[in-house]
């Protein structure tokens, strides 16, 4: 323990964008990939990519790594041919093709990319001509087509979901008799986290409907064989967003522009909330939701509350305080994180979010966080992984813990720094989508995860492991 | 009749001219699935783009290559993590990944300056690293932007190093096969003949179509070092760029992958006249032939039949261990074209499994000729099958296994069949003798797993029976 | 046709990939090329290896001369005249259906 006297100077939170053009090893995927995601979140519904296959082709794959499960999603089939001539014919017959051949068949968005946005082809248009041919087709059917425009050139994954989400309220939502019901827009989450959402909404009393209700991403093995594996989310719930009581959205960027246009158009009130990664975020969603629907905080809630209080008391200044730590990914997701890990007396040091958005710089999150953080804060914006491989490399900034998704694997690996798999994809740790990161539960079972990390990696580099002895 | 019609194809009655049902007595001049042609839109396909069959097979394969993608950052991210090809230089096609990371303005105003300000700013962030493959994609196509000339001031600034050019955006041809067919064209005609080898041994060859899944690559060099052979070339598996630019060199090309590397071991063929030898590298039988076949080229054959024989020794007694318990089964084969025709007699022969049931999504008609020429009677040989096929060839043949993707082998799973990594492998490598023996194992393994088993068990019976006991009692 | 040659052509259709290259031009090559050396084998004489080429047909050759001899005994006892009509009936056996009636619309494809 140094002695030495040293300059105290104010901390810092320096929250800039990447300074190089291009990307090494970029950290989220593409818009349509996001707008997938958001399909693949209604029942009797298959997006249809207006693309190249590989659109589609990876995107799925990319799912079935991260929910180790299967997601049905179509392809125009874009070639060259369609690239001089113009694809919207292919839209036609690929909206054709699902509905003959899957009868059960509600919903297909129509997802663009950045081959037919560049190509200019009429979405809307074409649209029209398919709904007069299923129509003829199927007088007996209802068949919703909902554009997407989701060019590859702009935003992210991240900005494709909320852009998805937000064509198929206005697509689908239509005014009729209240429900009484609330709408909640969670946002890129995980089967885990909407589980316990719901949880959370019985437990007040609350009739709520989930955009997008993932819970069966998380599908079983049954002794009949039948797959399970498909959103929940009706055409109903779409219909009837326009008539619930309130929307919640918990997420800034991924979902909240569809619980705004709710507002605008239907005016169906709403609250944008901090997602609730951490005790306080999470108090701040249950309130909300309370002062929507006036429904109190049951006292099952309290208990969760100081059951995960008293589990993360035990860890916090004994083994997280004065951790640095490095979160990358989704900006929900990172500034939710960064305020958990601050709870816990530990120091994001640096943020990497992975896309750029005019609005981040204005969020209120990292005004709270440069108000807050007693320790140099750095924030990427539009980040890569290199960013944070390289500030490893060159020692600019020391780290105890990367909190990330498992495309930065790598990186904890060689630098032989303690990592614990958050976000999307987390496909080299077993059942993380089924583990929720949101509410009270959430929050104490990502500490004890990180917790659990610090400690194998104690042991694995002898380091302090004998503290550990006894505890 | 054949050419089959499925239930679930009724609507897309085309469909018929993809699935061939083998009967006695037929031939490929009697009936041969097409293939290569344009997949219907909506039908669920299992294709990708020409961009990944450029990229992701082959050339981001390369060791030592910068993988720059001119495009939007997905085209980057996709194919990246979505392949299993270790290196003996820690990983690094695994590792990276490069994209210009494409915005609107540069789809308006064209993104060649991007495209050069990321080119330097990859050589500069790994200054070890002087090789790149640079890939169009499909905006970039669209909208013209001169990769080439791009490439060549970048060369000419930075002389220590070498670019290589790849325009097979995504929507070109009508799968991956496109992209394997342009990347070979372009390094034949850009690359090859631009670095002399240093040859050490007599007998050379270049070993193509073979991309180092689960450490193949590196289990057959182990071969070749025994046999005293130099292989002047792999194409690609644990490959450096340099030693890809020697591939004239080569006295000999023996080729692995017909369907993604056939054209540059035909036109090595063509322009320098280094004759082309095709050989099986999955199976005991087959393995030993390439060997033989390869040491025969060279007048080796002695050396040949003691490599052979070691390695039945060593490997043939574990594999007969699995035969014996895997015969009879029914075995699926989904994967990209070739391992079917590699694959069908191979676990036959050397594991005594039945393949009924193979499809292939980017096969070309030559690749059928060969899988049916091959394979068994009353088995399906499907082109570019989708989703509701696949469910209902399952329910006709119902396999005790399946060689496909981790998606589909996640759907199939809910069905209680085992899959294996078609692709990837599960525990490989699946090369050569100790590598089919892998094979066999994860085999013996799916398909013992009692998993299965209770996954069928419905425990509501079980829960009644007893009850009924227990009152009858 | 000769059952004999029927036996070959059935083992060659189901091992032999130099009867698939690319083009019918390749596949003629190498059928000709192939059943050359093999029947040189066959009849006892010592096949030119003066080329590549001829190296490469040689060893395909020798593999299916080998495994000639093992599956099909009639073969030790044919003689020459009979092994070079026997062989040549497999060529054409092969030409017909790999490239004369071959379904495979690339093969004459004008690229390689």
Redesign the interface.
């Known amino acids: 323990m140094s002695c030495e006297m040293t300059e105290v100077r104010a901390p810092e939170v320096n929250a800039h964008v990447k300074e190089r053009a291009g990307t090494i090893n970029p950290m989220l995927d593409c818009q349509p990939a996001g707008a997938q995601f958001a399909g693949i979140g209604i029942q009797d519904c298959i997006p249809l990519v207006h693309g190249g296959q590989g659109c589609c082709m990876f995107v799925r794959l990319l799912f079935a790594q991260h929910f180790k499960e299967n997601f049905d999603i179509a392809s125009t089939s874009l070639h060259e041919d369609s690239a001089v001539f113009g694809g919207t014919k292919r839209i036609e017959e690929g909206v054709m093709v699902l509905a003959k051949r899957y009868p059960q068949l509600r919903v297909i968005p129509v997802i663009t990319t950045c081959s037919t946005e560049v190509i200019g082809d009429d979405i809307e248009g074409t649209i029209n001509l398919c709904n007069q041919a299923l129509k003829r087709e199927f007088p007996e059917r209802d068949i919703y087509l909902v554009p997407v425009h989701t060019p590859s050139f702009k935003g992210s994954h991240v900005s494709g979901y909320d852009e998805a989400v937000k064509a198929l309220v206005k697509t689908l939502a239509k005014k009729g008799e209240p429900t009484g019901k609330l709408n909640l827009f969670p946002g890129w989450v995980n089967p885990g986290d909407v589980i316990l959402l719901k949880s959370y909404l019985s437990q007040m009393g609350v009739d709520g409907t989930i955009f997008m209700d993932t819970e069966d991403f998380d599908s079983p093995m049954l002794p009949d064989k039948s797959i399970n594996t498909h959103g929940r989310t009706t055409v109903e719930d779409l219909q009837n967003s326009a008539n619930a009581c309130g929307s919640i959205a918990m997420a800034r960027y991924e979902g909240a522009s569809a619980a705004k246009h709710l507002e605008n158009a239907f005016s169906v009130p709403q609250i944008l909330t901090a997602s609730p990664y951490g005790i306080r975020n999470t108090d701040r969603l249950l309130q909300s939701i309370s002062d929507l629907t006036g429904q109190p905080i049951p006292d099952s809630l309290v208990k969760e509350r100081g059951i995960a209080l008293d589990a993360m008391a035990d860890l916090a200044h004994m083994f997280f305080a004065n951790k640095k730590v490095a979160i990358y990914g989704h900006a929900d997701l990172v500034f939710g994180l960064a305020q958990f890990c601050m709870e816990l007396e530990m120091e994001p040091a640096l943020l990497l979010i992975g896309d750029d958005n005019t609005r981040y710089k204005k969020d209120p999150r990292i005004k709270e966080l440069k108000e807050t953080a007693a320790f140099d804060m750095e924030i990427v914006l539009n980040a890569d992984l290199w960013d944070l491989e390289k500030r490893i490399k060159d020692k600019t900034v020391e780290l105890d813990l990367i909190m990330g998704h498992s495309k930065g694997r790598y990186i904890a690996i060689d630098a032989n720094i303690p990592m614990v798999r958050v976000g999307f994809p987390t496909f080299d740790r077993a059942g993380l989508y089924r583990k929720p990161l949101i509410g009270y539960r959430g929050a104490m079972e990502l500490a004890e995860t990180i917790a659990n990390t610090l400690f194998a990696h104690m042991e694995y580099t002898k380091n302090r492991e004998w503290i550990l002895n006894t505890w | 009749m054949p050419m089959i019609l499925l239930d679930c194809d009724k609507d897309i009655p085309e469909r018929q001219r993809h699935i061939y049902l083998k009967a006695p007595g037929e031939s490929t001049k009697d009936f041969l699935p097409i293939a290569n042609v344009a997949t219907i839109p909506g039908t669920l396909s299992e294709r990708g783009c020409a961009f990944c069959g450029a990229k992701l097979v082959i050339g981001g394969v390369v060791k030592d290559a910068i993988q720059m993608i001119h495009g939007p950052v997905g085209c980057a991210y996709d194919t990246w993590h979505t392949k299993r090809y270790p290196s003996d230089n820690g990983h690094v096609p695994l590792k990276y990944v490069w994209s210009t990371d494409m915005k609107e303005s540069h789809i308006v105003f064209g993104g060649e300056k991007r495209l050069e300000q990321s080119i330097n700013e990859a050589f500069d962030a790994m200054p070890h690293m002087k090789r790149m493959f640079l890939y169009t994609t499909c905006p970039t196509a669209l909208i013209g932007d001169d990769v080439k000339a791009v490439s060549k001031k970048v060369m000419q600034e930075r002389p220590d190093v070498d670019i290589f050019t790849v325009e097979c955006p995504g929507f070109s041809g009508v799968s991956q096969s496109k992209g394997h067919h342009v990347l070979n064209i372009g390094w034949v005609d850009q690359k090859v003949g631009s670095v002399e080898p240093e040859i050490k041994s007599p007998y050379t060859i270049n070993f193509i179509g073979d991309y180092n899944i689960q450490g193949d690559t590196q289990l057959l060099q182990t071969y070749w070092d025994r046999l005293g052979i130099q292989v002047i070339a792999h194409f690609t598996g644990n490959a450096n760029y340099d030693e890809l630019r020697s591939m004239h060199r080569a006295k000999l090309s023996v080729v692995n992958c017909a369907r993604s590397a056939g054209y540059i071991a035909n036109e090595l063929k063509k322009r320098y006249g280094i004759p082309r030898l095709d050989i099986d590298t999955w199976g005991f039988n087959y393995m030993a032939e390439g060997i033989r076949k390869v040491c025969a080229f060279f007048g080796i054959e002695e050396r040949g039949e003691a490599l052979i024989a070691e390695e039945y020794a060593k490997w043939k007694p574990k594999l007969d261990w699995y035969k014996e318990r895997l015969k009879g089964k029914k075995m699926a084969i989904w994967t990209g074209g070739p391992r079917l025709w590699h694959w069908t007699k191979s676990v036959e022969d050397d594991m005594g499994i039945e393949v009924v049931a193979m499809s292939s999504k980017f096969g070309h008609e030559e690749d059928f000729e060969k899988v049916v020429a091959r394979g068994r009677e009353g088995t399906y040989y499907i082109d570019d099958a989708n989703e509701l096929e696949f469910f209902e060839i399952l329910e006709n043949i119902k396999p005790d296994i399946i060689f496909t993707g981790p998606r589909v082998g996640e759907l199939v799973k809910k069905l209680h069949i085992p899959y294996i990594n078609g692709h990837a492998y599960h525990n490989g490598p699946y090369m050569g003798f100790q590598g089919f023996v892998n094979m066999a194992r994860d085999i013996y393994n799916a398909t013992h797993s009692p998993l299965l088993g209770l996954a069928a068990t419905d425990i509501r019976r079980t829960a009644k029976a007893k009850l009924a006991l227990k009152e009858v009692a | 046709m000769d059952a004999r040659a029927e036996e070959l052509f059935d083992y060659v ?2 091992r032999c ?2 009867q ?3 083009r019918s031009w ?1 596949r003629q090559e190498n059928i000709e090329g192939i059943i050359t050396k093999g029947i040189e084998l066959l009849q006892g004489k010592t096949p030119a290896a003066d080329t ?2 001829d ?2 047909f ?3 050759a ?2 299916m001369v080998a495994d000639f001899r093992s599956g099909f005994p009639w073969i030790k006892d044919a003689d020459a005249a009979e092994i070079q009509q026997v062989m040549e009936q497999l060529a054409q056996l092969l030409v ?3 490239v004369t ?6 093969l004459s494809h004008h690229l ?1």
């Open positions: 259709q189901e990939l130099w698939f290259h690319s390749d590549p080429k190296r490469c040689l060893a395909d020798r593999i017909d259906v790999t009636h071959s379904k495979n619309r690339e390689y």
